[in-house]
């Protein structure tokens, strides 16, 4: 099976920027992959923030945005909340298979 | 309002079985796709499987370790959704959730959780 990887931490200041990124064992993320992204805080269920890439939910705060990135998924963070301080996890489509990515711890200080 | 509700989480032994229920209220389920996803303690999110809606078939996609151990099967006529899990094994010990994300129907996305429920093996 696939191994979906992420960087295990990141740290942003307020305000500022970060990409997440999820790479996949088996080769470069494509649209096919049909890339979600999750946030998870303490004690709570996770939350979808995009799916299928690029697409936002209605309550996805603005500053968060999907693409593709140098053959990887990536979940980019553009003015950084503490409210954002959580774990990411992204989540890559095999021919119907879901596959979690390791996650991402998000520090914002 | 839409609520899932799962139940059926317990201590079993390894090799034993377990039936989780997962009971949805506030929209039509049958036009539901729903998965299963568990959490193992301090652990990050794995991805069990999902059904599909019976109008496009009803079918099923299981995860790679679960594959042969684990069933998902829906009763719209009762709202609710089953994971059987057979063979438990130390390492299936998760809190196990339940997720609605796309209508059928309406060809929409949507994002709603069940609280969890935990089984101990």
């Known amino acids: 099976q696939a191994v979906v990887t992420q960087e295990p931490s990141l740290t942003v200041s307020p305000g500022g920027t970060v990409t997440l990124t999820c790479g996949s064992s088996t080769g470069p993320v494509t649209s096919d992959h049909w890339p979600y992204w999750f946030q998870q805080k303490p004690g709570q269920a996770p939350r979808t923030l995009i799916y299928?890439?690029?697409n936002k939910h209605s309550w996805t705060p603005a500053r968060f945005s999907g693409s593709l990135l140098g053959g990887k998924a990536a979940l980019t963070l553009s003015g950084a909340q503490p409210e954002d301080e959580a774990d990411y996890y992204c989540?890559?489509?095999?021919?119907?298979?879901?596959?979690f990515g390791t996650g991402t711890k998000v520090t914002v200080l | 309002e839409v609520q899932l509700v799962e139940s059926g989480g317990a201590l079993v032994q390894p090799g034993g079985s377990l039936r989780l229920s997962c009971a949805a209220s506030g929209f039509t389920f049958s036009h539901a796709w729903m998965s299963w996803v568990r959490q193992a303690p301090g652990k990050g999110l794995e991805w069990l499987g999902r059904i599909k809606s019976r109008i496009d078939g009803g079918t099923t996609d299981h995860a790679a370790p679960v594959k042969g151990r684990f069933t998902f099967s829906r009763d719209d006529s009762k709202n609710t959704l089953y994971l059987q899990m057979n063979s438990l094994k130390t390492e299936d010990t998760a809190v196990y959730y339940c997720y609605y994300y796309y209508d059928s129907s309406g060809r929409y996305h949507c994002d709603y959780w069940g609280q969890g429920t935990l089984v101990t093996v």
């Open positions: 989540l890559l489509s095999y021919s119907g298979a879901g596959i």
């Open positions: 299928d890439t690029i």
